[in-house]
Nanobody, 115 residues
Framework: QVQLVESGGGLVQAGGSLRLSCAASGGIFSDSRMGWYRQAPGKQREFIARVITGGTKIYGDSVKGRFAVSRDYNKNTVSLEMNSLKPEDTAVYFC?????????WGKGTLVTVSS
């Protein structure tokens, strides 16, 4: 059974940086796609970033130029480096994995950006 566990959330001031990590276990294939979404209170879940086959990285418009996603295929981890954080980045951040037509989610980690 695939499991995703996020870590690294917390409270940070506007303009600061934070790094999130997600560890995957339970039979991860190298052609799987891993990435991040977030959900702010009262809003729909939003796509943030993803690493797809071949290492290509895709970003949502709201974080382009500020966030950087990376994946370690040996450790089955995906990380999200968040810079120049804004109060509107406050949300629960979810790790996401797509494999063999099935989507898996972590439980999420809260990021709060104070103004």
């Amino acid at each position: 059974q695939v499991q995703l566990v996020e870590s690294g959330g917390g409270l940070v001031q506007a303009g600061g940086s934070l790094r999130l990590s997600c560890a995957a276990s339970g039979g991860i294939f190298s052609d799987s796609r891993m990435g991040w979404y977030r959900q702010a209170p009262g809003k729909q879940r939003e796509f943030i970033a993803r690493v797809i086959t071949g290492g290509t990285k895709i970003y949502g418009d709201s974080v382009k130029g500020r966030f950087a996603v990376s994946r370690d295929y040996n450790k089955n981890t995906v990380s999200l480096e968040m810079n120049s954080l804004k109060p509107e980045d406050t949300a629960v951040y979810f790790c996401n994995l797509l494999q063999s037509g099935v989507t898996y989610w972590g439980k999420g980690t809260l990021v709060t950006v104070s103004s």
